[in-house]
C-alpha cells in the first residue's frame, strides 16, 4: 500500500513527496486507540495505542483422570498444543521532520478504521500552528497539554520502564556511549532542557517538578548568532562547521593573557578567558568553522556551569540534558559532558536519553491514558519494531539523506507487559546490580565473536520456524521476513552496537525473541518441547528409583551431575542444536559422561556438600532452564532431595516462550504428571511446600531487576535462603557475578566451545559456584 | 588619536618631585598610575603662653590666651591617576624628566598590560619593573577602599530620583563577592584581607560583548558598542516567552516578555536586523548571563555583599544598569549589585600596596581628598573619545594619610546602620539646590 502526497511549501529545497512505505511506519493503525502528538521546531512526534493480535502456543493437558498409572499413557503425548489469537497492547512513536506532517495526516487518516477516539492530545511550540490542519485532517480535536509536564512525565516513564535509557557519552573511549544502569528510585534528579533556551528543571517525584532556573543562552542562541556570524541557516549545518573548526582561533585563552597558566588561580594556559575575546582587537577575518567552535564552547560550558550551580545547590547528582541541541548530536553531547566534568570535577556526569526526543509525545499521550492508568503496568521495549539509537545520522543532512533513501523517520515501540516487574528482594545491592556479564558494546572481540555466531544460527532458527508451523499459512514467507529483520538488526548492531543500550547476548537474544513474534512465530520450539518432555517423563522414576539406592555422598553427586547433564540439553546452544539434530538418541547417560571430570572449571562442590550436612534451607528458589530432559530428570530429582530434607521449593519459570525454556504454563502440566507418579512431589505439592510461579520474562536470560512482582513477593513470605540459577542464559550470560543477600548457586555446562576458551577451560565445562554472602559468614 | 598632547602637569602629576614609591597597573585600554608623595602644608599651630607664674583668671585679662603661628608640616599622600594606555608614553616621560627626589629603584606592575609595557617603562624610568598578582592586587585595592573611604560602594537605579545609593560602610567588610568582568569573569571570594579564592568565573564576558559585538556590528570600539546598545530594540532580535506561547507560561512562573532565547528570532528569521537591536540583544545575554552566575555563587556560598566591577562595568550606567536588573530578577531582590566610585583603581591600589607593606599602610586610616580627586563620572562614558581627548581624560583620586587611626565610638547602638548626615542631599533635591546656591552665595564672602 504506498502512499503519496505531495506537500510543499515552498520554503525547503527537499522532496516532500515521498512514498511512505507505511506497513513499515504506522504499524497497527487499524487499532489505534488514543493519540498524543508533540511538534517541536522541527520535528514532529506522533504516538498512539494500539493493540496487537499475536499467535500465542498455548499448551493444554489431556484430562488423563480415567487413566491410572503412568504407563497406560504411553504414545499419548502428555499435552496438547494450540496456536491462539491474544491482544497485547502496544505503544507505537513515530518521529518524522515536520515537512511531513501533512502527508503522514493524510495517512493516518485513510486507516484509522476502529478508532473511537475524539480527541488527540498536543504539546510542543508547533501544536497551536498545525492545530488547524489535524484537526481538519483528522477529524479530532486538538486537546493541548503543558509542555513541561508532559516532558517531565514523558522522562519519569523511560527511565522506569526501558532499562539502559540513560547513557554517559565519551567521544574518545573505546565505546562513545556508556549505558547507566537504572536505578531502582529515579527521583530525585535534575532535567536541563535545551531548546531555544535552556530549562533548568527538578523533578522530586512522578508529579512534583519545579523549574529552578533557566537561561537564554541556549539552542537558539546558538543558531541565532550562528547564522547572523557565518551566515549558514541550519542548525545541523552549524554544527558541521562547528565540529571543523578551531576555537583557539577566536577565543582569548589564559595564555594568551598572561603567556601561561594563572597558576595562582589555578587557572590552565589553554582554558577559555574570553569566548570571542580576539575578535574584540583583531582586525582580521575569522573563519566560519573558527567562530561555530567557539560559540558552540561557549553555549556549552555557559550551561554546564549552570547546570553544576544549580546541581550542587539542590543537591543533586543525576543530570540528564535534552531538548534539540542536544538531540543526537555527538558534538554538543560531548562539550557538555566536557564543561560538566570540568566545573565539577567530575562529581557529576552528564547523562543522556536514548529516547530524548520522544518525552514530550510519551508525556503527552500519558496524559491522555490516564484513565487507563498505564503506570500500573510495567513497559518493555520491543526490539523487533523500534530504530534504535541514531538509526537517522545526524550527520546527514536531509537532503543527503533524502537522496539516500534512508526514510527520515524513527520508530520506538513498547509492549504493555501484562505483569509488573520488581526486583528479586534477595539482590545484595540493587542499585549497583548489573544482569549481564559481558558488555558487548565495550568488549569488541566479543561483540565480533556474538554477531558472528547469531548470524550463522540464523538459518537453522528460520528452518526450526518453518517447521514449527507446517501447516499454518505464509509460514515461509513469514520466516524469511524473520530472517531479513533479523539480519538487518545484526548489520546496524554491527555498525551501532549502542543501538538499544549496551549490546550483550541477552538483547541479541531478545532482539531475535521480538522478531520472531513479530512474524507470528511465537513458540517455534513447542513441538520439540512437547516432544522431550513426553520422552523424559518416562525415564523418571527410573531416575528416582536409581538415586534412592546411592549412599547420602553419592546420592548427592548424581543430583547434582544428572542437573548439570540436564542441562546439556539445550536448543539455544549451536553446539547442541547441531549433535541433537543429527543424533537424536543422545541420551542422559551419554551426556553425563560428556561432562568435564572434576574438579571443574569452576568447582565450590565440596563447600556445598559441607553446607548440606548442615540444616536445612528453609526455602530454595530455583530458575529453571529448559524443558525435558533438564527439568524433569536434572531438577526434579534434584528438589525432591531438597524437599525430603526439608527444604521448601518454588520453581521459577519463564511467563513466555523462549527457545526451548519450559514455560511456567508447560511446568504447571509437568509437575502435575510428576506429582501423579511420585507422593514426595504430590505431598510436596498438597502441603504447598512446593510452589510454582512465573518470572515474569520471555527470554532465555535472566534480569533479577525485573521479575514478576508475585514472585518477589512469594520470596518475601517464604523467607528464602537458597537461590539457585541453572543454565548458560541465566547463570552465565547473566547473574555470574550478581551478589545475593543469601546463599546462592549458580550451575551451567559451557556449551560454546569459544566462551569456554575465554573461561579458561574447554567446551562442556563445567561452572557450579556456591556463594555464601561474607555478612552471613561473618 | 593625536598622542603627542600637551600635558597640564601641575594638575595631574601632583608632587611627583617628592614621590617615593610607585605602582602601575595596565589594563586593556586603561593605565593607571599610582605613587607615594609628601605633601609640604602650611598648618596654623596654636601654642599657650606660659600662663604659670599667674595665679587666677582675672589677671590673663588683656594678654591673648594661645598665640597663633603658621608652620610647615609634611603630611602623606597617596596619588593615583588613570588614563588612556595611548598616552602611556607621553606620561612616562613627563614622570621621568620630573622626578628628582625618588630613593626607588622598582615600580611594581600588574594588569594584563604591564608585560606588554615592561620594556618600556624600564627604558623610560630606568626602574626595574616587578610584577604582581594580579588578582591579589585587585582584592588588596578593593579592601583599601571599602575600608578608607565612606560611600565608596553604592547601588545604580536607572529610573529612581538618584540614580547612585551609597552605602554606609559596614565596620566588618568580610565576606564578600567580588564579580571581575574584563576580557573575562572572575568571581572571587574575599573571607578575610589575605584571604580570598577565585570560586568561580566565565568566558562570557566584556571580551565577548566586545568580540561578538565587533563582528555583528562591524564596530571595533567598546565604548561604540554600549552607546549602540543603548539605542537598541532587543525585542526585534531575542526571542521572547510570548513569542513562543503566545503569552506568559503562566505554570512555570515565567512572563511573556522574558527572554526565552537570545538571538532566538535570528535563527529563522531571514531580515536585517540592526545593529543597534544586535548590540542591545548581546549586551542582556551577557549581563543576565553574569547576573545569574553572580546570585548562585552568592547563594551557595551564602554571601549578600556582591562587588561588581572590571572594564565592562567601570561607569557604563547601560551595564550597571543590566547588571542591576539582572541581579535583582535573580535574587528577587534578596542581593543587591553593588559598585565602587573607584573600582577602576583597585588594581593600582593593591599594587601600590604590595609595595609599600614596610611601610604598613594598613595601620593608618586614610581619607579622601574631594580637592585633588576627580570624582566619580568625572570622564563620562556618554562623551565619544574625540570630545573626551578635548576636555582631558585624566581622571584622578587623591588620599591623604590621616596621623590617627579612626574608630567607631563605642557607644553607638547599631554601628552598622549609623548615618551620620541628617540629609542627603544626592536624594533631596530641592535641599540640594538651596545649599549648593547658598554656598556658592557664600563664597564671595570674607568673614
Not at chain 1, 89 to 100: D, G, T, V
Not at chain 1, 510 to 527: V, W
Not at chain 1, 569 to 580: H, R
Not at chain 2, 49 to 59: C, I, Y
Request: charged content about 25%; overall charge negative; some cysteine.
Amino acid at each position: 500500500m504506498a502512499l503519496s502526497g505531495g506537500v510543499d511549501r515552498g520554503s525547503h529545497s527537499m522532496d516532500k513527496s515521498i512514498t511512505l512505505p507505511p506497513d513499515e511506519i504506522f504499524r497497527n493503525l487499524e487499532n489505534a486507540k488514543r493519540f498524543a502528538i508533540d511538534i517541536g521546531g522541527s520535528l514532529t512526534k506522533l504516538a498512539y495505542y494500539s493493540t496487537v493480535q499475536h499467535k500465542v502456543a498455548k499448551v493444554r493437558s489431556f484430562d488423563h483422570s480415567t487413566k491410572v498409572s503412568v504407563q497406560e499413557t504411553d504414545g499419548d503425548p502428555l499435552y496438547e498444543i494450540s496456536v491462539q489469537e491474544e491482544i497485547t497492547a502496544r505503544l507505537h512513536f513515530i518521529k518524522f521532520e515536520n515537512a511531513y506532517i501533512e502527508t503522514c495526516l493524510d495517512f493516518i487518516k485513510d486507516h484509522l478504521v476502529n478508532t473511537e477516539t475524539k480527541v488527540i492530545k498536543a504539546t510542543g511550540g508547533g501544536a497551536h500552528k498545525f492545530k488547524d490542519l489535524i484537526e481538519k485532517k483528522l477529524k479530532l480535536k486538538v486537546d493541548k497539554e503543558d509542555e513541561m509536564t508532559c516532558l517531565i512525565k514523558g522522562c519519569n516513564f523511560v527511565l522506569k520502564n526501558i532499562p539502559h535509557e540513560a547513557f554517559v557519552y565519551a567521544k574518545h573511549a573505546d565505546s562513545e556511549f556508556r549505558f547507566q544502569h537504572t536505578h531502582p528510585d529515579i527521583f530525585p534528579y535534575l532535567l536541563i532542557n535545551i531548546g531555544s533556551g535552556v530549562s533548568i528543571v527538578k523533578v522530586e517525584a512522578e508529579d512534583k517538578f519545579e523549574r529552578i532556573g533557566g537561561s537564554s543562552i541556549g539552542g537558539g542562541t546558538f543558531w541565532g548568532l550562528g547564522a547572523l556570524l557565518t551566515k549558514t541557516k541550519r542548525f545541523d549545518e552549524l554544527l558541521q562547521l562547528a565540529s571543523k573548526g578551531q576555537h583557539t582561533n577566536v577565543d582569548m585563552l589564559v595564555k594568551d593573557i598572561y603567556g601561561g597558566a594563572y597558576g595562582s588561580l589555578g587557572l590552565t594556559g589553554d582554558l577559555i578567558a574570553s569566548s570571542f575575546g580576539k575578535s574584540a582587537t583583531t582586525d582580521k577575518e575569522f573563519s566560519k568553522e573558527d567562530m561555530a567552535k567557539s560559540l558552540l564552547h561557549m553555549i556549552s560550558n555557559d550551561i554546564g556551569q549552570l547546570a553544576c550551580l544549580y546541581a550542587k545547590l539542590h543537591n543533586l547528582t543525576r543530570v540528564y540534558f535534552g531538548g534539540f541541541f542536544i538531540r543526537g548530536h555527538p558534538v554538543t553531547m560531548h562539550t557538555i559532558t566536557y564543561s560538566i566534568n570540568f566545573f565539577t570535577k567530575g562529581e557529576v556526569q552528564a547523562l543522556f536519553l536514548r529516547h530524548e526526543g520522544y518525552l514530550g509525545a510519551i508525556g503527552a499521550f500519558l496524559k491522555g491514558a490516564e484513565e487507563d492508568n498505564p503506570n500500573q503496568y510495567s513497559w518493555g521495549e520491543n526490539y523487533a519494531g523500534s530504530s534504535g539509537l541514531m538509526s537517522v545520522s545526524p550527520e546527514l543532512n536531509p537532503v543527503q539523506r533524502a537522496r539516500s533513501g534512508t526514510f527520515p523517520f524513527d520508530m520506538l515501540e513498547m509492549d504493555r507487559l501484562e505483569r509488573q516487574l520488581v526486583n528479586l528482594p534477595l539482590l545484595q545491592d540493587p542499585t549497583s546490580y548489573i544482569p549481564d556479564t559481558v558488555d558487548l558494546t565495550e568488549d569488541v572481540l566479543a561483540r565480533e565473536y556474538w554477531l558472528y555466531c547469531f548470524e550463522e544460527a540464523l538459518d537453522g532458527v528460520v528452518k526450526r520456524a518453518i517447521a514449527s508451523q507446517k501447516d499454518q499459512p505464509k509460514a515461509v514467507e513469514r520466516a524469511e521476513k524473520f530472517r531479513q529483520k533479523y539480519r538487518h538488526k545484526l548489520q546496524t548492531l554491527r555498525h551501532q552496537p549502542f543501538a538499544y543500550g549496551s549490546l550483550t547476548v541477552r538483547s541479541l537474544l531478545d532482539t531475535r525473541e521480538h522478531c520472531l513474534n513479530e512474524f507470528n512465530f511465537p513458540d517455534p520450539y513447542s513441538k520439540i518441547k512437547q516432544k522431550e518432555n513426553d520422552m523424559a517423563l518416562k525415564y523418571y522414576l527410573k531416575v528416582v528409583k536409581s538415586v534412592e539406592e546411592l549412599s547420602w555422598e553419592q546420592r548427592q553427586f548424581t543430583l547434582v551431575k544428572g542437573l548439570l547433564a540436564g542441562n546439556v540439553f539445550d536448543w539455544g546452544a549451536k553446539a547442541v542444536s547441531d549433535v541433537l539434530e543429527s543424533d537424536p538418541e543422545f541420551g542422559f547417560e551419554q551426556a553425563k559422561q560428556q561432562l568435564q571430570e572434576r574438579p571443574w572449571l569452576v568447582d565450590a562442590y565440596n563447600q556445598w556438600i559441607e553446607r548440606l550436612k548442615g540444616p536445612p534451607h528453609k526455602c530454595a528458589l530455583f530458575f529453571v532452564d529448559n524443558s525435558g530432559i533438564d527439568i524433569i530428570l536434572g531438577v526434579f530429582p534434584f528438589i525432591r532431595e531438597l524437599l525430603i530434607r526439608g527444604t521448601e521449593v518454588v520453581l521459577a519459570s519463564n511467563s513466555g516462550p523462549a527457545l526451548n525454556d519450559v514455560t511456567n504454563s508447560e511446568l504447571q502440566i509437568l509437575t502435575e504428571r510428576i506429582a501423579a507418579m511420585d507422593p514426595v512431589i504430590h505431598t510436596a505439592l498438597k502441603e504447598d511446600r512446593l510452589a510454582l510461579v512465573q518470572n515474569g520474562s520471555s527470554s532465555p536470560c535472566l534480569d533479577l531487576s525485573r521479575l514478576d512482582k508475585v514472585l518477589a513477593t512469594v520470596v518475601r513470605e517464604r523467607g528464602t535462603d537458597l537461590v539457585i540459577i541453572e543454565g548458560m542464559g541465566r547463570a552465565i550470560h547473566t547473574n555470574y557475578y550478581a551478589m545475593l543477600s543469601c546463599e546462592s548457586l549458580k550451575l551451567a555446562v559451557i556449551k560454546n566451545s569459544w566462551l569456554a576458551e575465554r573461561l579458561g577451560g574447554k567446551i562442556f565445562s563445567v561452572v557450579f559456584k556456591y556463594e555464601v554472602p561474607s555478612k552471613a559468614q561473618g | 588619536m593625536d598622542k603627542s598632547i600637551t600635558l597640564p602637569p601641575d594638575e595631574i602629576f601632583r608632587n611627583l618631585e617628592n614621590a617615593k614609591r610607585f605602582a602601575i597597573d595596565i589594563g586593556g585600554s586603561l593605565t593607571k598610575l599610582a605613587y607615594y608623595s609628601t605633601v609640604q602644608h602650611k598648618v596654623a599651630k596654636v601654642r599657650s603662653f606660659d600662663h604659670s607664674a599667674k595665679v587666677s583668671l582675672q589677671e590673663t585679662d588683656g594678654d591673648p590666651l594661645y598665640e597663633i603661628s603658621v608652620q610647615e608640616e609634611i603630611t602623606a599622600r597617596l596619588h593615583f591617576i588613570k588614563f588612556e594606555n595611548a598616552y602611556i608614553e607621553t606620561c612616562l616621560d613627563f614622570i621621568k624628566d620630573h622626578l628628582v627626589n625618588t630613593e626607588t629603584k622598582v615600580i611594581k606592575a600588574t594588569g594584563g598590560g604591564a608585560h606588554k609595557f615592561k620594556d618600556l617603562i624600564e627604558k623610560k624610568l630606568k626602574l626595574k619593573v616587578d610584577k604582581e598578582d594580579e588578582m591579589t592586587c585587585l582584592i588588596k585595592g578593593c579592601n583599601f577602599v571599602l575600608k578608607n573611604i565612606p560611600h565608596e560602594a553604592f547601588v545604580y537605579a536607572k529610573h529612581a530620583d538618584s540614580e547612585f545609593r551609597f552605602q554606609h560602610t559596614h565596620p566588618d567588610i568580610f565576606p564578600y563577592l567580588l564579580i571581575n568582568i574584563g576580557s573575562g569573569v572572575s568571581i572571587v571570594k574575599v573571607e578575610a584581607e589575605d584571604k580570598f579564592e577565585r570560586i568561580g568565573g566565565s568566558s562570557i564576558g566584556g571580551g565577548t560583548f566586545w568580540g561578538l559585538g565587533a563582528l555583528l556590528t562591524k564596530t571595533k570600539r567598546f565604548d561604540e558598542l554600549l552607546q549602540l546598545a543603548s539605542k537598541g530594540q532587543h525585542t526585534n532580535v531575542d526571542m521572547l516567552v510570548k513569542d513562543i506561547y503566545g503569552g506568559a507560561y503562566g505554570s512555570l512562573g515565567l512572563t511573556g516578555d522574558l527572554i526565552a532565547s537570545s538571538f532566538g528570532k535570528s535563527a529563522t528569521t531571514d531580515k536585517e536586523f540592526s545593529k543597534e537591536d544586535m548590540a542591545k540583544s548581546l549586551l542582556h545575554m551577557i549581563s543576565n548571563d553574569i547576573g545569574q552566575l553572580a546570585c548562585l555563587y552568592a547563594k551557595l556560598h551564602n554571601l549578600t555583599r556582591v562587588y561588581f566591577g572590571g572594564f565592562f562595568i567601570r561607569g557604563h550606567p547601560v551595564t550597571m544598569h543590566t547588571i542591576t536588573y539582572s541581579i535583582n530578577f535573580f535574587t528577587k531582590g534578596e542581593v543587591q549589585a553593588l559598585f565602587l566610585r573607584h573600582e577602576g583603581y583597585l588594581g593600582a591600589i593593591g599594587a601600590f600596596l604590595k609595595g609599600a607593606e614596610e611601610d604598613n599602610p594598613n595601620q593608618y586610616s586614610w581619607g579622601e581628598n574631594y580637592a585633588g580627586s576627580s570624582g566619580l563620572m568625572s570622564v563620562s562614558p556618554e562623551l565619544n573619545p574625540i570630545q573626551r581627548a578635548r576636555s582631558g581624560t585624566f581622571d584622578m583620586l587623591e588620599m591623604d594619610r590621616l596621623e590617627r587611626q579612626l574608630v567607631n565610638l563605642p557607644l553607638l547602638q547599631d554601628a552598622t546602620s549609623y548615618i551620620p548626615d541628617t540629609v542627603d542631599l544626592t536624594e533631596d533635591a530641592l535641599a540640594r539646590e538651596y545649599w549648593l546656591y547658598c554656598f556658592e552665595e557664600a563664597l564671595d564672602g570674607n568673614t
